[in-house]
């Protein structure tokens, strides 16, 4: 029997959510418990708030994690890649590649031989 506990990415508490933020084409992955994940969860009510202009879902504030809440497991880490980079903490760090860039790069290919 396997069992995983994930953990908050700054303090180790548990039980910890899974964030994945992705920010000009660099997707960060990180675990916060709910004192950490509050301010993402602030951030997450202001930005429904304007898009639907209707209240947003609000969020338990207490110093027990939601019982209903279940954090999403990650998917085990085995493929490896010539062109992975990987960051200090061991966390790869994704490319994204748009097809205008893919073009771009078969047009110069193309150019050069």
């Known amino acids: 029997m396997k069992i995983q506990v994930t953990a908050c990415d700054i303090d ?7 964030f994945e933020v992705t920010t ?5 992955v990180m675990d ?6 509050r301010p993402v969860y602030d951030l997450i009510e202001q930005i429904r708030g304007k898009a639907d202009d209707a209240p ?4 338990a504030q207490s110093d027990e994690p ?3 809440s279940t954090p ?5 880490r085995t493929r490896k890649t010539a062109q992975s980079a990987r ?3 061991g966390r790869r ?21």
């Open 12 to 18: 180790r508490a548990t039980p910890a959510t899974t």
């Open 24 to 28: 000009e084409g660099e997707t960060v």
């Open 32 to 37: 916060l418990c709910a004192e950490h994940a």
């Open 56 to 59: 947003a879902p609000s969020v």
């Open 66 to 68: 939601a019982a209903q």
């Open 72 to 76: 999403r497991s990650r998917a085990p």
């Open 87 to 89: 960051k200090a903490d």
């Open 93 to 113: 760090k994704a490319t994204v590649t748009t097809m205008e860039e893919i073009e771009a790069q078969l047009r110069e290919q193309e150019a050069k031989g």
